[in-house]
């Protein structure tokens, strides 16, 4: 079952790039596997895919320590300062860097550790209060220049989540605010290339808006249980 959703994930994917006049090797699919067992990520590796994502601090480290296949992990959701222990060894990049404090404490980490973190930073592009993320440009400018100046970060780019809604138009304005925001600073001279955004339900609209990083668990893997 796995293989054959990520067959159709691949095919959905090339065809919008081609439809936007962008190469499916623009686009780096991260299967988010938070409450998915070990097993079925093994199958999702086995089927070709290495980046996987979580959001809980915890269940990254420990399935990092359990599963022994050359994975990339991807810390995905909100970070507290004080979780960024658990997941400094093991994160490839951290999409969720939403202040000066955490950028501070993942650099010390970082250095501790004798490693580069490569990080994102959220933006929050739909307003909405119970969404996480930077809203204000001068808040994501000073966090840049911090890590430009850090030492042990790589700022990579921008991850933002568009609200859970089907009114399209109201997705494509936060991809496109998002967008905005990663051309933005880019032209203040930030070497970035990355663009989180898309998941199960707007990847495509994500694709057409210049998102380089997919984050897709439901399609993947399934219905999540949370209950496990
Ligand atoms: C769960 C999650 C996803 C994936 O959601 P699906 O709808 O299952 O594809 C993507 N990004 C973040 C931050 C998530 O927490």
Not at 4 to 10: A, G, P, R, V, W
Not at 41 to 62: C, R, T, W, Y
Not at 151 to 156: E, M
């Amino acid at each position: 079952m796995i293989a054959e959703n990520l067959q159709i994930i691949k095919e959905k994917i090339d065809k919008k790039c081609g439809f936007c006049g962008r190469g499916g090797d623009e686009i780096t699919l991260i299967a988010v596997s938070k409450t998915q067992p070990v097993s079925a990520i093994n199958d999702v590796f086995n089927a070709g895919i290495v980046n996987f994502g979580e959001n809980k601090p915890q269940e990254l480290k420990s399935k990092s320590e359990i599963i022994t296949a050359p994975l990339k992990w991807h810390m995905i959701g909100h970070l507290q300062t004080n979780k960024v222990k658990y997941i400094i060894d093991c994160a490839e990049y951290i999409h969720s860097v939403d202040s000066i404090k955490l950028a501070e404490e993942i650099n010390l980490r970082a250095a501790k550790a004798g490693k580069i973190q490569k990080i994102l930073l959220e933006v929050n592009t739909s307003g909405e209060d119970s969404k996480f993320g930077l809203k204000d440009k001068n808040d994501i400018l000073s966090i840049a220049n911090f890590c430009e100046n850090s030492g042990s970060l790589n700022l990579c780019g921008l991850m933002t989540m568009a609200p859970f809604t089907d009114n399209e138009e109201v997705i494509r304005d936060c991809f496109g605010k998002a967008k905005n925001l990663f051309d933005w600073l880019k032209g203040e001279g930030f070497g970035i290339t990355e663009l989180s955004m898309g998941m199960t339900n707007d990847f495509e609209i994500a694709i057409e808006e210049g998102a380089t990083m997919l984050r897709i668990g439901t399609a993947i893997f399934g219905e999540r249980n949370y209950l496990i």
